[in-house]
């Protein structure tokens, strides 16, 4: 593969981005297992990236929470046990009740009909078996209800704990019987947002995430 050149602020700006989002993505579907070594110099060969550019994507994910770094010896996955993901959801309920709450109370007439869309799309993605989409699309739900919640500081602390706890949520909604139920909810979180009703978004959150948190317990 041919190394990406970046002979551009904006060019080295918008590889970083990339190599950081394909490796993120490929922690959280479990493709890099808890530990595993992440070597910059064969990531910069997967990617077709420099060394520089992995190096700065691996500082990132470090940030998050998802790569851990070793003093003279690189970087690997962060081991995130089921405990710590239940605590990191446990801080969600909260933040991100918060920010469903906000989007309802400002969501606009075009976004109503993004959210609508949306929902149908996810309850298509159960109905096909489209477990691989349909977790694409829980991804995009939180992404939304974050963006349009216009609420810089619970969003920023938002994506951090999220790509922590993520990875144990997909593994969770890559079963069937429970992405029959956590599909349900995320429909009473639209439902609610396109309702414009902020107590109602909190509640559907809070239930969902509880929920989440009874289908790990079980799991562990």
Do not use: W
């Not at 239940?86 to 969501?107: D, F, N, Q």
């Not at 078996?129 to 216009?150: C, F």
């Amino acid at each position: 593969m041919s190394t990406i050149v970046e002979d551009t602020g904006a060019a080295a700006d918008a590889s970083e981005e990339r190599v950081t989002d394909v490796i993120r993505s490929a922690i959280v579907r479990g493709e890099y297992a808890p530990n595993q070594r992440l070597i910059e110099a064969d990531l910069s060969d997967t990617f077709a990236a420099s060394r520089a550019t992995v190096r700065t994507a691996l500082l990132e994910l470090a940030n998050e929470g998802l790569v851990e770094r070793l003093p003279n010896r690189g970087s690997r996955v962060r081991a995130i046990s089921v405990e710590e993901a239940i605590e990191i959801l446990e801080v969600r309920i909260g933040v991100e009740g918060l920010c469903a709450a906000k989007t309802a109370a400002s969501v606009s007439d075009e976004q109503v009909e993004e959210f609508l869309r949306l929902r149908q799309d996810m309850i298509e993605a159960v109905a096909d078996g489209d477990l691989v989409e349909y977790s694409r699309l829980n991804q995009l739900l939180d992404q939304r209800v974050r963006v349009l919640s216009r609420h810089t500081t619970a969003s920023d602390v938002l994506g951090r704990l999220h790509a922590q706890s993520v990875r144990h949520q997909f593994k969770l909604s890559s079963r069937p019987q429970r992405a029959k139920v956590s599909v349900l909810e995320h429909a009473a979180i639209i439902d609610a947002i396109v309702a414009r009703d902020p107590d109602a978004a909190e509640h559907a959150v809070r239930v969902h995430l509880q929920s989440v948190i009874g289908a790990l317990r079980d799991v562990a």
